[in-house]
């Protein structure tokens, strides 16, 4: 499975986790493999206890895990005492939720290994292109602007972003738009007219 998380790709092989940071652009692609099974867990940051953010903020930046498999069957044992406590809870149920994220975290971090795949040269150029809207979000990204600036035909670029992304550059775009247009919104003495004129 291939994800794309702010402009970045990374390729998953089964076992693999992936850390997807709050409010992060993203988008997955399963490409030519029909058959797979992907575990979502979303985690509300009162579940963290102090003492583990910086192991968190670590795993955030890499975005990749890779366990070995021989400590895959820990770090399953570790999800299934999270959602079972939390399926069956007591008064007691937030504190020990908070242990075992708190171990879980640690344990990823103690165990992650470097990815094991290498960028093609179509995805290279699409990354390049992604990193480049997220971080001109608010100038001009035409089609035919991205094309020129990338040395591509409008229609290979529109045809390989799609399939390279899971979306249209136009939706991408709109995404990444409509994501800082959240960011800026909440932010004191930013104005709706500021915003919109992005």
């Known amino acids: 499975v291939k994800y794309l998380i702010n402009g970045k790709f990374f390729y998953l092989n089964p076992g693999d986790l992936i850390i997807i940071p709050p409010k992060a652009i993203h988008s997955a692609d399963s490409e030519e493999c029909f058959h797979n099974e992907r575990l979502l867990i979303m985690f509300d940051a009162s579940l963290f206890f102090p003492e583990v953010e910086e192991y968190l903020n670590s795993l955030c930046e890499e975005n990749i895990i890779c366990v070995p498999k021989e400590k895959l069957p820990l770090l399953e044992d570790m999800f299934y005492k999270i959602g079972n406590e939390d399926k069956n809870r007591t008064d007691s149920s937030n504190i020990l939720i908070k242990s075992y994220i ?72 709109n995404s990444v738009r409509i994501s800082r247009a959240k960011d800026l919104l909440k932010q004191p003495f930013t104005s709706i007219t500021q915003v919109a004129t992005l």
Not at 118 to 130: F, H, P, Q, V, Y
């Open 102 to 173: 708190s171990e879980l975290i640690i344990y990823l971090h103690r165990y992650k290994a470097p990815p094991k795949y290498a960028l093609n040269e179509t995805d290279l150029i699409i990354r390049k292109i992604a990193e480049y809207i997220f971080e001109n979000y608010d100038k001009d990204l035409s089609l035919g602007m991205l094309s020129r600036r990338f040395n591509l035909s409008e229609c290979y670029l529109s045809r390989k972003f799609k399939s390279e992304t899971g979306s249209s550059i136009n939706q991408y775009i």
